[in-house]
């Protein structure tokens, strides 16, 4: 049957919270006034009261894109700066290392840094890899990285966001209704289909329908548009992710705000504390097989030396669509993909999802060629962070029933690749579509203790002083260099002043 | 310390075998590896790549090789792009280049906004005037890239094209001159281990011996080591790649000294046309399915620009390559690990690639057969460098427009890989060309050749529309404006080659 072809007229975006306002807003910005409708269907939003979301600076350049004002966005949602992750231990044996949102680039004189690290570690440096990584030092210090002719609008380089995920919303939607895109709220939606596509969503049940040719499932987790067209992939295949409850709550702001978040590795889980600049955002992992909820209570708020309010516990449900793009539905986010949340990583598989959907956003109801390349490229990059994710649960070296289920489970071939070049030598396998570079492996990688058999023969053969000279060179400058970056509350203060004009 | 040293025996000369002599020498601790490199005066190289690819440069100097000289010693001249003729009669001769086409606008790819334009009935001229580098390539000019990264003079590179015999025989004493012994012989036999099976030894018809821990097959088609000794089957890809001979003859230049290459449909293949400062390289791939290879050697001579200085020489291969290039203590560099036609001047490249992964995955000093990984991971990434190379070749074949001609006819009709497939569809249904960062080729490649075999999209993102038409009409003549300009005063590319890399005419004569 040859599909029927029409000029696309109508994009109906369903969703809720950010996942809905960020892909609406994206679509309408790059479609211009002149292009296809736009139109949001809003349902009620699942947002936990104490949820906050980390944009990772890619998230943040496609902030830029869309024209929103990031001081605005930090004055408006409370927001603090990140430069990373530091997993750290709680009650349990832990090496902390720090997972930096940007590689800083340092170039080392003819050799590469990396393995010229392991080469002085394994003779003895005791200066961690971290300590030479220009954001994990200013992060450790209370400081952000601002580059001296950084553009004033663009913030930190190499810097994230933690952002109440409520006002995030908010602040996103009001710049949706800015650009009076027409939005109809439901409390459910139903799904009509005529032929092989969706030709209606029902609000309440009807008869108030909006009619489309083209549907985007921004729904998150619930899936209420693709979840009946497109099965679900990893759920069985990765028993070793084990997590499956995530409890959220609301701590005290911290006094002095550090560029960080921290992930506080525990026995039989972990908890993270994400500080914004109105309270701290405390999240506790855990699995239902090895805790009860209330014993979950109270792990977090050790976790989290503080008293905890808002408790609000949800399941979870890792896994990928087959397809994240059925007929002519779209999923982008959560509807598209849940992975673990060890790696706030949920923004960023809504801007990968963003940004592949308007790169290949169809102008007519026939798009096959471009559905089977948003499906490929998604299931390609989301199988990437996936497998940095196995990494993460099979190789942490963490005691306990909890860990001990991540290290049980059998690497897919691809990551079974990066792991064997990693631990033959020191070197990044590289695969298309990898979302974390190079330097994450080695972050975590080293992190966990893991040290390569052998390094590649210019490394291994160069003369070691040399080395080391180049290592303690580069260690002192970003020392001093670190010095002179603003404290991360006088910049905030600086922000808000130019946030609130 | 006193441990021993790695013994690592290249078997072969020719580009492939001092490639990776050169680079060994150059980046490996000499306390710690011993090469060898054995070859014999009595075989000849294959020495068809003659044409290159950017990517030399680097290599280059990577070996810490002064361009200037390397180009007055291998007799060079520059490469900006290789022109198709006649791949489709109905369509004009299209060149490949080195370099961009327009540029993004709005995070828009060029090729959207130009059919935008063209959809929207606006005056919109042939892609190809939107790049600097086939405007300078047409013109005959060269200089080198601008740093000024506002002026089209930066939105190009360039390759070389070059003799591979005085190639090798540069880099020979360039290896020689760092520690690299060069044994002169011929392989009898190959000793193994009785227990392993690795390889252990070479013996020579002269009676000698040459014992290795680590050894590298550049013997070419023949594959002593890889295919004949260790026996690593063969993936044939004649099926898509049908070429599998050539005639190749040089003459003296009595046409234009074009700083590209020059690829011209044929009956059964195509004929190349290489300038380099002492002679033209001209030859014909054909496949003999569909062709005699008398009748090959004859429209070769009938095409030529001058007399011929030499006999034709005959050539035969197998497009395709070995289902693994590092297999027990031996890898394949170059032609004895796989061959693709030289249409996009890949072979040096391919060499190149290997060298560069195989110098980062080479087996620690003290331990040569401890660690099968780095040798999957050696393998991994060859067959990736294969697998793109080989759907941007079959791209030329089955576009084309050669009706009733048997080869055309063929490769018109013929089943294409799902990679290749996948590409294709998207590029045809809304201009989104490949999407990889691993391998070859660019974008701005992908979208030259698909441009020039003719292949139309139906339509483009509907986000150019977004931008108001008429701004875009003006970049879109002010940028061929501003490539026409960048044009001036620049040096033909004789004049360059006399001003910086004239080889002595004497001592050229290979």
Known sequence: MIPERRPLAEIVVVGRDVDLWLAALSLRRALGPSGPRVTVVELPSAVPAAAVTTCPPQVLALHDKLGLSEAALVH????????????????????????????????????????????????????????????????????????????????????????????????????????????????????????????????????????????????????????????????????????????????LRFNRLPPL????????????????????????????????????????????????????????????RRGPWQQNCIAVGNAACTLDPVHDVDALVLQLGIVHMLALLPDTTECDAERAEYNRIMGSSLSRLRDFQLAFYRLAPAAGAFWDAGRASLPPPALESKLAAFQARGLFAPMEDDVFPAESWQAMLTGFGLRPASLPPVVDG?????????????????????????AHEDYLKGRASSGAR | MAAKRLP??????????????????????????AVTLLESDEIGTVGVGEATLPHLRAFNSWLGIDEARFMRETGATFKLGIEFRHWNRALRPYIHPFGAFGEPWSGIEFQHHWMRLKASGRPVRPIEEYSFSVAAARGGFFDFPSQDRRSPRSTFSYAYHLDAGLYAAFLRRFAESRGVSRVEGKVKGVGRDGVSGRLAELTLESGGRIAGDLFIDCSGFRSLLLGGELGVQWQDWSHWLPCDRAWAVPCTLASEFTPYTRATAAEAGWLWRIPLQHRVGNGYVYSSRFLSDEKARETLLSAIESPPLAEPRPLRFRPGKRRRAWEANCVAIGLSGGFLEPLESTSIFLIQAGVMDLINLLPDAGAPFGDARLRDEFNRLYDLQYERIRDFLMLHYFANDRHGEALWDYVRGM??????????????????????????????????????????PDRYSPLADALPVDAIEQKLAQFALDIRLGLDHMPTHGEFIDRYCRAPAAGMSA
């Not at chain 1, 701290?280 to 977090?300: C, F, K, N």
């Not at chain 2, 490639?19 to 020498?25: D, E, F, G, I, K």
């Not at chain 2, 569809?425 to 809304?430: S, V």
């Open chain 2, 415 to 456: 089943e294409l890989p799902e990679s290749l497939k996948h590409k294709m569809q998207l590029f045809r249904a809304r201009a989104v060309l490949p999407n990889y960062q691993y391998g070859l080729f660019s974008r701005d490649s992908w979208l030259a050749v698909l441009v020039g075999q003719g292949i139309v």
């Open chain 2, 8 to 33: 690592i025996v290249i078997l072969g000369g020719g580009t492939a075998g001092w490639m990776t002599a050169a680079a060994l020498a150059v980046h490996l601790p000499a306390d710690r590896y």
């Open chain 1, 261 to 320: 978040s921290e992930v506080r590795i525990g026995p039989a889980g972990w908890t993270a504390v994400h500080p914004t600049q109105s309270f701290t955002g405390v999240m506790h992992a855990y699995s239902s097989a090895v805790t009860s909820d209330d014993e979950a209570a109270r792990a977090a708020a050790a976790g989290a030396d503080i008293d905890l309010e808002d408790i609000e516990v949800r399941l979870h449900r890792p896994g990928m």
């Open chain 1, 76 to 251: 408006a949602t409370r927001a603090s700066y990140t430069h990373g992750q530091a997993f750290v231990g709680r009650g349990v044996d832990w090496q902390p290392f720090f997972h930096a949102w940007a590689p800083y680039e340092w170039p080392m004189d003819g050799l590469p840094f990396f393995p010229c690290w392991l080469k002085a570690r394994a003779a003895g440096l005791a200066v961690r890899l971290e300590d030479y990584c220009v954001p994990a030092v200013a992060a450790r210090l209370g400081r952000v990285v601002v580059a001296p002719r950084d553009d004033d609008a663009r913030g930190p380089s190499h810097a994230g966001l933690h952002l109440e995920t409520a006002r995030y919303a908010a602040c996103l939607k009001a710049a949706a209704r800015a650009l009076d895109i027409p939005t109809v709220d439901a409390a459910r939606v139903t799904v009509e289909r005529r032929a092989d596509a969706v030709s209606a969503v029902l609000i309440d049940g009807g008869p108030a329908r909006i009619e489309g040719q083209l549907f985007v499932d921004a729904t998150g987790a619930e899936a209420d548009l693709i979840g009946p067209l497109a099965g679900f992939d990893w759920v069985d295949a990765t028993p070793d992710l084990s997590v499956d409850r995530i409890l959220t709550a609301r701590a």
């Open chain 1, 462 to 486: 160069a003369a070691m002083d040399g080395i080391t000279k180049e290592l303690d060179r580069r260690h002192a400058a970003i020392r001093e260099a670190t010095k002179r970056m603003p």
